[in-house]
Structure formats: structure tokens, C-alpha cells
T-cell receptor
Framework: SAVISQKPSRDICQRGTSLTIQCQVD?????MFWYRQQPGQSLTLIAT?????????ESGFVIDKFPISRPNLTFSTLTVSNMSPEDSSIYLC???????????FGDGTRLSIL | GQQLNQSPQSMFIQEGEDVSMNCTSS?????WLWYKQDPGEGPVLLIA?????ELTSNGRLTAQFGITRKDSFLNISASIPSDVGIYFC????????????FGAGTILRVKS
């Protein structure tokens, strides 16, 4: 399976600031996804990052709050904008999911907002 | 909503015991996946199931895709301390394409 690297692995941020999380894959992939995992909770899909077009957001998530870039088939970024303590979560990127290729996940970015 | 019903929520078992957990839904799924998440890491795929009735093993782990396509179970035989972690079921529903739906997770604690 693809090797997925996320940066940063963790961060502590001030309220009102923004942070961009990077996801790098060691091979070209069609589908890339961004998830949020709130403390003690399961994974919730934020959006699907599409190469060459705008990301597709799930209900409850908007581009202004979580802008996503997908400049090529191996890289994507997720920005968490104007952060508040409620944004404290693990943010995970994943790849795969097309046909019989299951999704694989990066190790996540642990974000704490003070 | 789309959430899968995963049970039990948590388990505390003796080392060497067998473990069973399951996921159910009122909707049909065309893929079932089981992941394990250790502290500080992302979910790691354990088993993927693609056909109704499919029974697949991965070492001490065995999972089945329910014949109705609305459920799946994961069994762990002869549990060991490193089995500790959170286990998630996940699946693809035909109408949602490549998007994964996750269960709430089962926290497994093993007493040595």
C-alpha cells in the first residue's frame, strides 16, 4: 500500500489563527480524502480532494473553514482556518477507495487550540 | 444518518481469550473494512471484504461480510496484550461511491 506522510504530526495553536496540514503520498493516487477525528470519537469525512478541480465537501463542512488544495496526484493540503477550541481534533488524510482498493490512512495531525 | 452501529463499545478481556465485535446497518453495503487504531497513529487496515458471505482471515483475525450485506463481524482469537487499541468497522454504500462510513469504534483492553 501507499506510504502516506502528514506534516505536522501535532501542533498547538492560538485561537483565531490558521494552520495548513500537508499530506504527501509516495505514489500517484486518484482519490485523496480528509477526515476529522474529534477526541474519543470516530472518523468523519470532511471532503474529497480532487486533482484539478475543487474539493467536494461533506455536509457540515465548508470551503471557507477548511480550504483544500490538490496540486498534483501525490500531494494535498488542508487548512483549518480561524481556529477555535472546538477545532481541536486529529486530522487525517487517506488515499484509495476506488474499486477494490481500500483506503489507507496517514498517522494524522493532532491539533490543539488554546 | 450514515453511521454504522458497532458493538460492543468497549471490552476488557483476559489474555488468551477470543474476542468478537460486529457492525450492523439498516442499509446495504458493498464493502466492509476493519481497521485498528493505536494511540498516536492513524487507522491501519486489518481486513477488507468485498462479497456477501465472504469470510477472510489475517493471522488471528477473522472477519465476515454478512449475507444480507448489512452487517459484518471481526473475531480475534487468543488475544495478546498488543491487541489493545480501537477497532473500527467501515464500509462503502453503493449510493455514496468511494466515501467511507465509519462505526463508532470498539475499545479493546487486554488484561495480561
Amino acid at each position: 500500500s501507499a506510504v502516506i506522510s502528514q506534516k505536522p504530526s501535532r501542533d498547538i495553536c492560538q485561537r483565531g489563527t490558521s494552520l495548513t496540514i500537508q499530506c504527501q503520498v509516495d505514489s500517484q493516487v486518484t482519490m485523496m480524502f480528509w477526515y476529522r477525528q474529534q477526541p474519543g470519537q470516530s472518523l468523519t469525512l470532511i471532503a474529497t480532494a480532487n486533482q484539478g478541480s475543487e474539493a467536494t465537501y461533506e455536509s457540515g463542512f465548508v470551503i471557507d473553514k477548511f480550504p483544500i488544495s490538490r496540486p498534483n496526484l501525490t500531494f494535498s493540503t488542508l487548512t483549518v482556518s480561524n481556529m477555535s477550541p472546538e477545532d481541536s481534533s486529529i486530522y487525517l488524510c487517506s488515499v484509495g477507495g476506488a474499486g477494490d482498493q481500500p483506503q489507507h490512512f496517514g498517522d494524522g495531525t493532532r491539533l490543539s487550540i488554546l | 444518518g450514515q453511521q454504522l452501529n458497532q458493538s460492543p463499545q468497549s471490552m476488557f478481556i483476559q489474555e488468551g481469550e477470543d474476542v468478537s465485535m460486529n457492525c450492523t446497518s439498516s442499509s446495504i453495503f458493498n464493502t466492509w473494512l476493519w481497521y485498528k487504531q493505536d494511540p498516536g497513529e492513524g487507522p491501519v487496515l486489518l481486513i477488507a471484504l468485498y462479497k456477501a458471505g465472504e469470510l477472510t482471515s489475517n493471522g488471528r483475525l477473522t472477519a465476515q461480510f454478512g449475507i444480507t450485506r448489512k452487517d459484518s463481524f471481526l473475531n480475534i482469537s487468543a488475544s495478546i496484550p498488543s491487541d489493545v487499541g480501537i477497532y473500527f468497522c467501515a464500509g462503502h454504500r453503493p449510493e455514496y461511491g468511494n466515501k467511507l462510513v465509519f462505526g463508532a469504534g470498539t475499545i479493546l483492553r487486554v488484561k495480561s
